[in-house]
C-alpha cells in the first residue's frame, strides 16, 4: 500500500478494536474525541467523523466511516473532515467505506446508527421554545426543523409540533401507517431529550374535524383551523435517476470521462484512482497501490464533478480496491467474487511505528478480529425434544410413515413433515415440505399445496419451510437427528417419469449394490447419502458404508476421525443391523472391496465444502402491480424495524426468512413463497444464492428461536394488536398495555392423517436401532405407552421426562395398607423408579458420565449438603446408602464411594459388593485397578460414547444388570432368568420399591 503515514492523526490511535461507534469533532482542524455521552447530538456548524466497527461472522471486522458537514460548518473544516477521514481509512488498513453525509440529505446507513433520529442543533445548550419539525422515512427518520407556521403543514408531511407542555404529531392524509409509526419514534426521542420524559403527547389527524380539545389546542397555534390547500411538496432536489452511468479515470486530479460500451472490474487499474458517476450518488474507487495524495485528488475531482452539474447535494461514496460496495459492484458485468479477502496490514503496520516513534502507546493497534478462544460450533435453535410427523407424497395423496421410516428419504420423492415442540409460552410447530433432487413437479407442486392447507388449518400459527435435497439446513438435521437419503423412489410419478423416459430404475434395494457416504458432528446430527457404487464416489474426507447381499464393509477415509468412525458404527444399525461388518482403511482395502466398486480409481480428498452463513441483512419488499419485487436493506435493523403491515426478508445466505405481519392484506399474505423466490432470483447482495435455498415463513406472533436469535427480541411487542401507529402510540402513552394481547395463544393439537386430533403423536428420539445405544433426547414411544397407563395425581403429561426427586425414600412403611384407596407411597415410588431408569436414556451420549452435584428442589432444601454427590441413576441420596462406614479391606476414593476389587465387582461373583449401582459397576474400582482393566483412566473412559462403554464393560464382565437380551412375556407374572431377576430386584431395591408394577415396568424397558 503506497501510503506516506507522516500526516496520520495520533487521535486515531486505537480507532476500530472494538464493536460500535467512535465519533470525533474537527475543532481547529485537529479530529477531538467525541464521548458516548454526546453520541448523536449534532451542531449545524460543525463537521464530524463517525466511525462504525462491525464484527463479521469470517472473524474480521467491517469498517463504515461517515462524515458529516453541518449547513454552517466553514468551508475549511469541511476539507479537512474529508482529508482525515482518508487518514482514518488508511489507519484501518484501507478497509473502510467512506460517506459523505450533508446535513439534511443523509444516507439511512447514517441515520440508522442513531436510531431513532438526529435532530441538529445551533448550539449545544438553549432554553426550550415552540418548535416544529418535517418527518419523513418509513425505515429511519429524517428529522428537519421548519417554520412554525401553518404553510409547513401539508397532506403529503407528517409535522411534529414541540410545544413546552405537549407535543402534538400531525398527520398528513397522504402519508402511510409506517410512516406516522416511525415519526412518533421521533416523538419519543423529544420527548426524552427536551421534557425530560415529562410531557404529554397528542395526534391530530389531517382532514378529521373532530370538535375534541387537543385538535383545538394544535389549531390554536395557527389561530385557528382552516383546510390546508391540495398541493404537494415540492421536492427542491434535482431528479438524477435518468442521468446514465460514466465512469471516469482521475489523471492529475482531472477526471476524464472512460470510453466503454460496458464496464468490467478490468478497466480498473490498480494503480489509479477512478469515478463512477450513477447519478444519485458518485462513487470514488481508490486502487490498493495510490498514494495518499492520489486519494486526495480523486475526492477533491469527484467534488468538482459534482459542482460543475450542479449537483452538489449527491451523495459520495468513496472505497478502496476488494473493499467494493454492493451498488458499485452492481453496475459492472459478472463482478468476480473474493471467497477470503485478506485485507492487506501494510497500512497498520506503518501507523503503528509512527505513532510509537511519537511516544505514543500503540498497543492493540494492529489487532485485526477479535479473538476467539475457540470456534463455536454452530446451533440448531430449536427444541430437538419435540414430535415428528412425516408424509410422502404421492401425487394429490399423501401417506404417513412409521418411526421407523421417518428419516428414510428417497431422492426422487418429496415429502411434508410437521414438528410440533415446546416453546417457551406456547407449544410451536413447524410445518415443511423437503424435495428430492429427482422428483417430479407434479409432487413437488402438490407437497406444497398440502402443506399450504396444512398451515392454514392452524390459522397460520405454524413456520413453514421449504428445503430441496443438499441444502438442508442445521435444524432439519437437528429435528430429524439420524437422515438417510436412497436412491429412486417410490412415488408414482417418479416411476412414470422413469418409465415415459426410458432411464433404469436405481430404487434402493437391501439385497443389492450401495454405497453410502456417511456424515455429520455426532449422535444428535449424521446422515447417509446414497452414491453411486464406484471408487470415484469416495472422498479421503469421509467413512462409506459398501453392501453387497450380505457382505458389508466400512471404509475410512484417511482423513477421517475416531468420531466419523463412530457415526459410521452408528448408521450400520440403521442400514444394515446384526451382520458381520469388514472394517477397510483407506490404502489397505481387499480385492474383493474394489471389485464390487468396478475396480480401484482416483477419488477427491477435500472435505465437500459447505455453505457458511453470513451476516444478516433485512430487507422491506412491496410487490407492484406488475407482481415485480421491490426491495430496500434496513440497516442496523430491531425488532421495532418490523412492521405489522409489511413483510420483511432476513437475508443469511445459507436460508431465507419471511417475516409477515399480522395487519399483511390477505392476498399478500398467501404468497410469501413466491416472494422468497424471487427475492432469491435477484440476488440483491450479488452474492449468487443458490435457487434452492432455503425458505422459512414466519407469521408474526409465531417467530421461532431460530429466527428470533438474530434480534434482541421482545416478546411482549409481537403480542400486541392494532397496527404500527396504534402500537407505537399505546406504548408511548401506556407502555403498550391498552394494545396487549393479555390472552396466550394456544394451538390445538392437530393431526394431519394416521392419528386421530386427540392422539398426540410420540416420537422414538433415539440415535440409532441398537439397543446398547443410549438415546439422545426424551422417550420411547413404547415407555411412553406403558408411562401413560399409571396414575398420575398431578396431570403431568408422562412423554416429557419427570422431575427427579432425590429426597430419601422412607424406610419403614413404605408397604402401603390394602383398601380400595389411593396408595401414594406406591405412586411416589413408582414416579422415581421411572425415573431413575430413564435417567440415563435422557442424557446426551456426549455428556459425560460422572457422578456430579445435584440441585436440591426446593421441599427438599433441608436436607443436609454432604449428599450432594451420588450416582445419578440412584434416587436415594440417604448417605448410608453410597457412603457407609468403611469396612475392613475396604477403601474410599475421593468421590466418596467404597471402593472394591474387580473379582466383587463382576455380575458372576460369589461375593457380591454390598449397596452399589449396578448399572455403573466400573465406578467401584481404584485407578489402579481401572488402569488395569480399561487401560485408560476414569476420565477417558467416561469421554468415550456410551456404546463404547457398553461393550468394553461388557467384556470384562460388569455390565449393565439389565440385560439386553431378556426373553420375558409382558404379563405382570413375567418369570426372569436367575440372575437378570437377582440384578433387577437390587436395581428396584435402590430405588425405593422391591415388587409389584415397577417390576413389570422394568421388564418392558429392558425389552425394548
Known amino acids: 500500500m503506497s501510503v506516506s503515514m ?15 461507534i467512535e465519533v470525533w469533532r474537527i475543532e481547529n482542524s485537529n479530529p477531538v474525541a467525541v464521548p458516548e455521552s454526546s453520541h448523536g447530538k449534532f451542531l449545524t456548524g460543525e463537521c464530524y467523523m463517525v466511525l462504525k466497527t462491525n464484527a463479521s461472522k469470517s472473524g474480521g471486522f467491517r469498517y463504515d466511516i461517515h462524515y458529516w458537514i453541518g449547513n454552517d460548518a466553514r468551508e475549511d473544516e469541511a476539507d479537512t473532515i474529508s482529508i482525515k477521514t482518508l487518514e482514518l481509512d488508511a489507519a484501518l488498513g484501507g478497509r473502510a467505506v467512506q460517506y459523505r453525509e450533508l446535513q439534511g440529505y443523509e444516507t439511512e446507513r447514517f441515520l440508522s446508527c442513531f436510531k431513532p433520529c438526529i435532530i441538529p442543533e445551533e448550539t449545544e445548550h438553549q432554553e426550550h421554545k415552540t418548535r416544529m419539525f418535517f418527518c419523513k422515512g418509513k425505515h429511519v427518520v429524517h428529522v428537519k426543523e421548519v417554520p412554525c407556521a401553518r404553510s409547513s403543514l401539508n397532506h403529503d408531511a407528517i409535522c411534529i409540533l414541540d410545544s413546552k407542555n405537549k407535543i402534538f404529531q400531525f398527520n398528513g392524509s397522504n402519508t402511510s401507517i409506517q410512516e406516522r409509526a416511525k415519526a412518533l419514534q421521533a416523538v419519543q426521542y423529544i420527548k426524552d431529550n427536551y421534557h425530560h420524559s415529562k410531557c404529554n403527547i397528542a395526534t391530530i389527524e389531517d382532514g378529521r374535524l373532530m370538535a375534541d380539545a387537543e385538535a383545538g389546542e394544535f389549531w390554536g397555534f395557527f389561530g385557528g383551523f382552516a383546510p390546508l390547500p391540495r398541493k404537494t411538496t415540492v421536492n427542491d432536489a434535482q431528479s438524477t435517476d435518468t442521468l446514465p452511468t460514466q465512469l471516469f479515470c482521475v489523471k492529475k486530479g482531472q477526471a476524464e470521462l472512460v470510453a466503454a460500451d460496458s464496464f468490467t472490474k478490468k478497466l480498473l487499474e490498480t494503480d489509479k484512482c477512478y469515478l463512477l458517476d450513477c447519478g444519485s450518488e458518485v462513487h470514488v474507487w481508490m486502487g490498493r497501490n495510490t498514494s495518499m495524495e492520489e486519494r486526495k485528488a480523486a475526492n477533491g475531482a469527484a467534488e468538482e464533478h459534482l459542482r460543475g452539474q450542479d449537483r452538489p447535494k449527491s451523495k459520495v461514496i468513496r472505497m478502496m480496491e476488494n473493499f467494493e460496495t454492493v451498488s458499485f459492484q452492481s453496475k459492472f458485468d459478472s463482478w468476480p467474487q473474493l471467497t477470503d479477502v485478506v485485507a492487506s496490514e501494510e497500512g497498520r503496520g506503518k501507523v503503528a511505528a509512527l505513532l510509537k516513534r511519537q511516544g505514543v502507546d500503540v498497543k492493540g493497534l494492529l489487532k485485526a478480529a477479535p479473538k476467539q478462544e475457540e470456534e463455536e460450533e454452530p446451533q440448531p435453535y430449536i427444541d430437538c425434544s419435540g414430535s415428528l410427523q412425516v408424509w410422502r407424497v404421492n401425487g394429490q395423496g399423501k401417506s404417513l410413515l412409521s418411526d421407523a421410516d421417518q428419516s428414510k428419504f428417497y431422492t426422487g420423492d418429496c415429502y411434508i413433515f410437521q414438528y410440533t415442540y415446546s416453546g417457551d409460552e406456547q407449544e410451536e410447530c413447524l410445518i415443511g415440505t423437503w424435495f428430492g433432487k429427482k422428483s417430479v413437479k407434479e409432487d413437488r407442486d402438490s407437497a406444497l399445496l398440502q402443506a399450504n392447507k396444512m398451515v392454514e388449518s392452524v390459522k397460520f400459527l405454524a413456520t413453514q419451510a421449504r428445503i430441496y435435497e443438499g441444502n438442508e439446513p442445521l435444524l432439519f438435521y437437528a429435528i430429524f437427528q439420524s437422515f438417510m437419503v436412497l436412491k429412486g423412489g417410490l412415488s408414482n410419478g417418479y416411476k412414470n417419469y422413469i418409465s415415459e423416459n426410458g432411464l433404469p430404475d436405481d430404487t434402493y434395494k437391501e439385497d443389492g449394490v450401495a454405497l453410502f457416504r456417511v456424515q455429520g458432528s455426532g449422535p444428535e446430527n449424521m446422515q447417509s447419502i446414497q452414491v453411486e457404487p464406484v471408487a470415484s464416489s469416495l472422498n479421503s474426507s469421509y467413512s462409506y458404508i459398501l453392501h453387497k447381499d450380505s457382505l458389508v464393509f466400512t471404509w475410512n477415509g484417511s482423513q477421517t476421525t475416531t468420531e466419523d468412525h463412530d457415526l459410521v458404527e452408528r448408521q450400520l444399525d440403521l442400514i444394515k443391523p446384526d451382520m458381520q461388518t469388514k472394517v477397510h482403511k483407506e490404502g489397505v482395502e481387499s480385492d474383493q472391496f474394489w471389485e464390487i466398486l468396478g475396480g480401484q480409481t482416483k477419488h477427491a480428498t477435500q472435505k465437500i465444502p459447505a455453505e457458511a452463513e453470513s451476516d444478516p441483512h433485512l430487507f422491506s419488499c412491496t410487490l407492484s402491480k406488475g407482481e415485480d419485487l421491490k426491495v430496500s436493506e434496513i440497516f442496523n ?37 413466491a416472494i422468497g423466490e424471487k427475492f432469491i432470483k435477484l440476488d440483491v447482495l450479488l452474492e449468487k444464492l443458490s435457487l434452492q435455498a432455503p425458505i422459512f415463513i414466519i407469521m408474526e406472533g409465531s417467530e421461532p428461536p431460530f429466527f428470533t436469535r438474530f434480534f434482541t427480541w421482545d416478546s411482549t411487542k ?216 480399561f487401560n485408560m483412566t476414569k ?54 420399591d422391591t415388587r409389584g408394577e415397577v417390576h413389570t415396568i422394568v421388564v418392558f424397558v429392558c425389552v425394548k
Open 6 to 20: 507522516k500526516e496520520v492523526d495520533p487521535a486515531f490511535q486505537g480507532a476500530g478494536q472494538k464493536v460500535g
Open 637 to 673: 435493523f430491531n425488532q421495532d424495524d418490523l412492521m405489522t403491515e409489511d413483510i420483511y426478508i432476513l437475508d443469511c445466505h445459507t436460508s431465507i426468512f419471511l417475516w409477515v405481519g399480522q395487519e399483511v392484506n390477505s392476498k399478500t399474505k398467501t404468497q410469501p413463497l
Open 718 to 933: 409481537s403480542a400486541m394488536h392494532g397496527n404500527s401507529f396504534q402500537r407505537r402510540l399505546s406504548i408511548l402513552k401506556d407502555g403498550g398495555r391498552s394494545t396487549r394481547n393479555l390472552k396466550p395463544k394456544r394451538r390445538a393439537p392437530v393431526s394431519f392423517g394416521g392419528r386421530s386430533a386427540s392422539e398426540k403423536p410420540q416420537r422414538s428420539r433415539s440415535v440409532s436401532c441398537s439397543s446398547d445405544r443410549p438415546r439422545a433426547r426424551g422417550r420411547s414411544p413404547a415407555f411412553n405407552a406403558l408411562a401413560s397407563k399409571f396414575d398420575n395425581p398431578g396431570g403431568r403429561n408422562l412423554s416429557t421426562p419427570p422431575p427427579r426427586n432425590f429426597s430419601t425414600p422412607p424406610q419403614s412403611g413404605s408397604e402401603g395398607g390394602g383398601g380400595g384407596g389411593l396408595d401414594t407411597s406406591k405412586v411416589i415410588s413408582k414416579t422415581k423408579a421411572i425415573a431413575s431408569l430413564t435417567a440415563s436414556f435422557d442424557k446426551p451420549s456426549r455428556e459425560k458420565l460422572m457422578p456430579r452435584s445435584v440441585k436440591v428442589s426446593s421441599d427438599s432444601t433441608a436436607k443436609s449438603e454432604s449428599n450432594s454427590r451420588i450416582n445419578p441413576m440412584n434416587s436415594r441420596t440417604d448417605s448410608g446408602t453410597v457412603k457407609e462406614t468403611v469396612k475392613e479391606n475396604e477403601v474410599e476414593d475421593d468421590e466418596g464411594l467404597t471402593l472394591y476389587p474387580y473379582e466383587r465387582l463382576t455380575t458372576s461373583s460369589t461375593d457380591p459388593a454390598p449397596n452399589i449401582d449396578v448399572t455403573r459397576r466400573e465406578m467401584y474400582l481404584s485407578k489402579a485397578d481401572f488402569r488395569e482393566k
Open 939 to 992: 476420565d477417558a473412559f467416561y469421554k468415550m460414547p456410551k456404546w463404547r462403554q457398553n461393550k468394553m464393560k461388557t467384556s470384562l464382565g460388569i455390565q449393565s444388570c439389565l440385560s439386553k437380551k431378556l426373553k420375558v412375556h409382558m404379563a405382570h407374572d413375567s418369570t426372569l432368568y436367575e440372575q437378570d431377576r437377582e440384578q433387577a430386584t437390587q436395581f428396584l431395591e435402590n430405588n425405593g
